[in-house]
């Protein structure tokens, strides 16, 4: 295992249409995030999981975005209905950790989602 | 809430040289974790340094280090001996909850040979 995995790396999708993102974390890493980053910005919290339960999400995360994490492993990210806004980095990371601390977080390389 | 601001968007410094990068932030908790993270071009975000809020010893690792004012709620990294490969982007963070990171604006470092 070489690192958390992001699959494809470059999406263009027409306004309207639904994507789906996929991450792939750290094997036994128990924690998941995604993160949005916008060009010249610092990423911003979606969402995260501890195993396969979704314990926060962001106010950005609006009703047309859905994550699920089935088995506590890989995750998925859809947008449904994208708009030029959603245009984007969508990034991934996992930790191992479990309890509050967080140790370091590993990212992945990120999906880019251009909405034309 | 907790807010990470970076007022420089750009840095610029000689190879070999030495350079600080300035972070502030703001948190209403009494724990919390601290952290510079480079983003290369098109590469993914890897950590360089992290400081917990409790130690009052700044953290330090080879080449890079931090003075973390706790008081003042600064945070700066502090990159010696400048290398090209250092050229990137350079994004404070902060996380109190165990949940999530707050992430500044980044500052863009050139390295110039």
């Known amino acids: 295992d070489t690192g958390v995995s992001q699959n494809p790396r470059h999406k263009i999708t027409k306004r309207g249409q639904n994507v789906t993102f996929r991450c792939d974390p750290i094997?036994?890493?128990?924690?998941l995030y995604w993160y949005r980053q916008t060009l010249g910005q610092g990423p911003e919290f979606l969402t995260y999981f501890q195993n396969e339960a979704q314990l926060e999400k962001s106010r950005l995360l609006s009703d047309r975005f859905s994550a699920e994490r089935p088995k506590g492993s890989f995750s998925t990210l859809e947008i449904q209905r994208t708009e030029q806004g959603d245009s984007a980095m969508y990034l991934c990371?996992?930790?191992?950790?479990?309890?509050?601390?967080?140790?370091?977080?590993?990212f992945g390389q990120g999906t880019r989602l251009t909405v034309v | 809430a907790q807010t990470v601001t970076q007022s420089q968007p750009e840095m610029s410094v000689q190879e070999a040289e030495t350079v600080t990068l300035s972070c502030t932030y703001d948190?209403?908790?009494?724990?919390?974790?601290l952290f510079w993270y480079k983003q290369p071009p098109s590469r993914q975000m890897i950590l360089v340094i992290r400081q917990e809020a409790y130690k009052q010893q700044n953290a330090t690792e080879n080449r890079f280090s931090v003075n973390f004012q706790k008081a003042a709620k600064s945070f700066s990294l502090k990159i010696s001996d400048s290398q090209l490969g250092d050229a990137a982007m350079y994004f404070c963070a902060c996380d109190n909850a165990g949940n999530m990171l707050t992430f500044g604006g980044g500052t863009r470092l050139m390295v110039k040979p």
């Open positions: 094997s036994e890493h128990n924690r």
């Open positions: 948190t209403s908790e009494s724990d919390y974790y």
């Open positions: 990371a996992s930790s191992p950790v479990g309890g509050q601390l967080l140790t370091e977080a590993f």
